[in-house]
């Protein structure tokens, strides 16, 4: 399915000077092609650094890497570090245009799910595909993301184009606390007016998809306490129900009584007995018991997904009134712990996505429908949507992502690197 889109565009660049796209433009599609190769090179070289999110010493080695990079391009560039999270810290590059057009922050990330113990460690090619550790999720992004800005350098586009680039340096583990180790992120959305977010293009049956919203993805620890004794006396007045059935109660009524579109919340980890206990990262869960006790602890662990604020609030008010409903001898309660806030399929989203669709049929290529929520797991761009428009999903295609064996779509980065760099030219001079 791609090769005649690949061919859409050739012939789209040799159209006339009257067809859609501008003469900056076909500029821009020529110069991505015309640098392929060394943009796939620049991404061998990325996948065969290891960036595992807690190898500091390898996370702070890609943003070395990528610093001369953007420096040529005219970018200013940082380093943010951040040791009170215990990661590496994030890289920032900022391109000062003529403060007339859209603020623009592109949003990537330099660490992968791959620890320098992984045995998947090096970049390979087979024909049109690229295989290695972070090859699409994210190091395939930050290529896109160059190709685009060289391009756009070279059409002359990028001179008057206010930039930042921020590349996460913990996006696979996010640091403790997460309001600091996003801190910067924040502040970045919050002077944008547009968020561009380069993780992996959503493509299903050789159909490439816009992502105008994302799940967040939150976390719950839910306790339940009971009266231990002999397990003849289960469910008497005296005894109760013991602190296993409160938690199974709970957890039936969430799914019998909450489930809607969009919204789900998975039970990862549970465990119960006399005692119970859980380790201080939430992940373990040791207990112990007969079957003639009744059982005093159980714990469960999961996480809360939800489309909008609205509907992670009323979510986390329904859970809670359930909790509060307890059986006969037994107490429990619920804990939520915030990690990264749903993306909203926003006006301004779609919007972001008609301008992208207009580019791609100056391009010759389909429109790219929505792609369901659902179907996208959380990323960096949740913690910006609030406070600017924002487009996810504008990095190459993929698959076997966070495994051994990922892999990348090569023709991909051409692609998403000619609509990233036409739309951003294009809101560089819209007005603000």
Request: a negative charge; charged letters at 25%.
């Amino acid at each position: 399915m791609l090769r005649p889109l690949l061919c859409a565009l050739a012939l789209t660049a040799a159209l006339p000077a009257s067809a859609q796209l501008s003469s900056a433009e076909r500029k821009i599609a020529a110069a991505v092609d015309s640098d392929a190769e060394g943009t796939l090179a620049l991404l061998e070289r990325m996948v065969n650094q290891n960036s595992g999110t807690l190898n500091l010493a390898g996370v702070r080695a890609m943003g070395e890497m990528l610093r001369p990079e953007f420096e040529a391009l005219g970018f200013e560039v940082t380093w943010i570090d951040l040791p009170e999270t215990q990661r590496a810290g994030h890289f920032v590059a900022i391109h000062k245009g003529n403060g007339r057009g859209k603020r623009m922050l592109l949003i990537a990330h330099i660490d992968t799910v791959f620890e320098a113990n992984s045995p998947f460690q090096k970049f390979h090619r087979e024909g049109d595909k690229a295989i290695g550790p972070g090859v699409v999720d994210d190091k395939g992004g930050i290529a896109v993301i160059l190709a685009a800005l060289r391009a756009m350098d070279k059409a002359g586009t990028l001179k008057q184009a206010d930039i930042q680039v921020i590349l996460t340096g913990d996006e696979e583990k996010t640091g403790d606390p997460i309001p600091l180790a996003r801190r910067d992120l924040i502040e970045a959305g919050k002077w944008a007016d547009v968020a561009l977010e380069f993780e992996n293009l959503a493509r299903e049956n050789g159909q490439d998809f816009g992502t105008v919203a994302r799940r967040s993805a939150n976390g719950w620890t839910l306790t339940t306490t009971g009266k231990t004794g002999h397990g003849g006396g289960i469910f008497n007045a005296e005894t109760g129900y013991g602190a296993i059935y409160e938690i199974a109660r709970i957890l039936d009524s969430w799914r019998s009584g909450l489930i809607e579109e969009n919204l789900t919340f998975n039970v990862g980890v549970i465990g119960g007995g006399t005692p119970a206990t859980i380790d201080k990262d939430g992940v373990r869960i040791e207990a112990s018991g007969k079957t003639n006790v009744v059982p005093a602890t159980a714990i469960a662990r999961g996480d809360l997904r939800s489309l909008t604020p609205e509907q992670d609030a009323a979510a986390r008010a329904k859970m809670q009134a359930i909790v509060e409903k307890h059986l006969p001898g037994t107490t429990a309660t619920l804990d939520f712990q915030d990690n990264t806030p749903p993306m909203a399929p926003t006006e301004g989203n779609r919007a972001l996505l008609a301008r992208l669709n207009k580019a791609n049929r100056d391009l010759g290529l389909p429109e790219m429908a929505e792609f369901p929520p659902a179907k996208r797991g959380a990323a960096d761009s949740s913690f910006v949507a609030a406070y600017a428009d924002t487009l996810a999903g504008m990095g190459p295609s993929g698959g076997t992502l966070h495994a051994e064996g990922e892999w990348l779509d090569i023709p991909s980065i051409a692609l998403q690197a000619k609509r990233s760099a036409i739309l951003i030219s294009r809101l560089a001079r819209e007005r603000r």
